[in-house]
C-alpha cells in the first residue's frame, strides 16, 4: 500500500516562497511509469493541478503557475517536494500530493492534504 504525507509550514507571508515536502512509502518515486503530483484545493473552488515529477525526474508544469513553481526530488529518502515562489493569499488552498499512473493517466494514491494560508 502506497502512502504520501504532505508536511510544511501551514502560514506563508506574501511575496515568500511556499515549500512542501511529500514522502512516499510502500513504493519508490523511481519505480517505472509513475508520475508524482501536486494538486491544489483553494477555499470555495476546485481541484487545480500545479506539476508534476516523473519517475526519471523530468517535470512537467501547469502554464498558469509555471514561473513560479518547482518541483524536485530526493530518491534516496523517498521524497518529492514542491517550492511555489512569489506567493499571494490567490496561493492559500490545501496541497496534495499524489501518485499517478503513465499506463491508466489516474492518479490513484493521494495525500491527506496540508492547508496552507498566505496571510501577512
Known amino acids: 500500500q502506497v502512502q504520501l504525507q504532505e508536511s510544511g509550514p501551514g502560514l506563508v507571508k506574501p511575496s515568500q516562497t511556499l515549500s512542501l515536502t511529500c514522502a512516499v512509502s510502500?513504493?519508490?518515486?523511481?519505480?517505472?511509469?509513475?508520475?508524482w503530483s501536486w494538486i491544489r484545493q483553494p477555499p470555495g473552488k476546485g481541484m487545480e493541478w500545479i506539476g508534476y515529477i516523473t519517475y526519471s525526474g523530468i517535470t512537467y508544469y501547469s502554464p498558469s503557475l509555471k514561473s513560479r513553481t518547482s518541483i524536485s526530488r530526493d530518491p534516496s529518502k523517498n521524497l518529492f517536494t514542491l517550492q511555489l515562489s512569489s506567493v499571494t493569499p490567490e496561493d492559500t488552498a490545501v496541497y496534495y500530493c499524489?501518485?499517478?499512473?503513465?499506463?491508466?493517466?489516474?492518479?490513484?494514491?493521494w495525500g491527506k492534504g496540508t492547508q496552507v494560508t498566505v496571510s501577512s
Open positions: 499524489a501518485r499517478g499512473s503513465a499506463g491508466s493517466g489516474a492518479m490513484d494514491y
Open positions: 510502500g513504493g519508490s518515486i523511481t519505480t517505472d511509469y509513475y508520475y
